[in-house]
C-alpha cells in the first residue's frame, strides 16, 4: 500500500476518534459542572475539522505529477500543517478567553465522575497519538505528524482538566475556580505544541538543511553502483512524503557521453529501488579527479 493511502486510512481513524469525544467531553462538561471537559470538547472539535483538512491536503498530494507541477502535489502538506496549527491557536485563544472569564464568576464545583470520563480519555488520546505518529514516521508525512500532535495535546489537555478538577473537589467550593485555571494552563500547552508542529512545516517549505542521515544513506548506496567513484555534492528537498535529490556522481574521465549518461541512469534506478520514498533523482555526472 502506497505511503498516501495509509496516511488517509489514519486520518479517518483521527476523524472518528475526535468526533466521538467531543461530543463525551461536551455532554461530560455540561452536565458535571467541568469548563475544563468543555474546553477538551472545543479542542476536539477543531481536531475533526483540522483533520478533515490533512485528509482533503493529503488526498490532493498523492495526486501524480503533471506539466504544472513536475515536483508532484507533495507541497500541499506543509500548507495544509499551517492550517491545522491555525485552527490549535484559535482554540487556544478561545479556551484562554473563556477561562478568565470563569475565573471571575463563581461557580459551583465539577462533578467528581467527570474524573472518570477524563481518566478514559487520557488513556485513549495517548494511545491514538503514538498509533498516529507511528504511521507519520512510517509515511513521512508532515501533516499527519500534526495530526498526532492534536491527539497528544488533546491528552496533555485533558491531564490538566484532571488535576484541576481534582484539586476542587478537595479543597471544595473556594477552589471550584481550579477547573478553569487548569482550562487556562492547558490553553498554553495547546500554544506550546502549535509551535511543535509549525517549525518543522515552515522548514519543509523553505527546503531547510535537516537530512544529514539520508545524504549519508545516499553516499553510501551510490558506493554499490559499479562506475561510481565517489560522490559530490548532494542536496534534498522535502515535498510531501517524497525527497527530491540532486546529486553529483563521480566517474571515470575517459567515459563516453553515452556511457556516463548510462551509469547515471543506472545510479538513479538503483537509488530509488533501495528508497522507495524518492522523488525526482537528478544525476550530474562529474570526471574523478577534475577541479
Avoid at 505511503?3 to 452536565?31: P, W
Avoid at 471537559?37 to 498523492?62: C, Q
Avoid at 505529477?65 to 500541499?76: F, L, M
Wanted: net charge negative; proline share 3%; hydrophobic share 45%.
Amino acid at each position: 500500500m502506497r505511503n498516501e493511502d495509509v496516511a488517509i486510512r489514519t486520518i479517518y481513524f483521527s476523524i472518528g476518534g475526535n468526533f466521538m469525544l467531543a461530543i463525551i467531553k461536551g455532554v461530560a462538561g455540561v452536565l458535571g459542572n467541568s469548563f475544563a471537559l468543555v474546553a477538551d470538547a472545543i479542542e476536539s472539535t477543531a481536531d475533526i475539522f483540522s483533520s478533515i483538512m490533512v485528509w482533503m491536503g493529503l488526498r490532493y498530494a498523492r495526486r501524480p505529477a503533471d506539466e504544472n507541477h513536475p515536483y508532484g502535489h507533495g507541497k500541499i502538506e506543509p500548507l495544509i500543517t499551517f492550517g491545522v496549527v491555525a485552527f490549535l491557536v484559535f482554540s487556544a485563544t478561545a479556551i484562554a478567553y473563556e477561562s478568565l472569564s470563569n475565573i471571575r464568576t463563581p461557580h459551583a464545583v465539577p462533578a467528581s465522575w467527570t474524573l472518570y470520563v477524563l481518566g478514559g480519555i487520557i488513556l485513549w488520546k495517548e494511545l491514538s497519538f503514538r498509533f498516529v505518529m507511528r504511521r507519520s514516521r512510517a509515511t513521512d508525512s508532515s501533516s499527519l505528524a500534526a495530526d498526532a500532535w492534536h491527539h497528544r495535546s488533546d491528552a496533555i489537555t485533558s491531564v490538566t482538566a484532571f488535576a484541576g478538577i481534582t484539586v476542587a473537589l478537595i479543597g471544595g467550593p473556594d477552589y471550584a475556580s481550579a477547573d478553569d485555571w487548569s482550562a487556562l494552563a492547558a490553553s498554553g500547552i495547546i500554544l506550546y505544541n502549535a509551535w511543535l508542529i509549525f517549525r518543522p512545516a515552515l522548514g519543509e517549505i523553505m527546503d531547510e538543511h535537516v537530512y544529514d542521515e539520508l545524504i549519508e544513506e545516499i553516499r553510501a548506496l551510490a558506493q554499490n553502483v559499479p562506475g561510481i567513484l565517489g560522490t559530490e555534492k548532494c542536496y534534498v528537498r522535502k515535498s510531501g512524503m517524497r525527497y527530491h535529490i540532486d546529486l553529483h556522481a563521480l566517474v571515470r574521465g575517459d567515459l563516453t557521453v553515452t556511457e556516463g549518461h548510462d551509469l547515471a541512469h543506472r545510479l538513479k534506478d538503483y537509488l530509488k529501488e533501495r528508497l522507495p520514498n524518492l522523488g525526482q533523482v537528478l544525476i550530474h555526472v562529474e570526471p574523478f579527479g577534475h577541479h
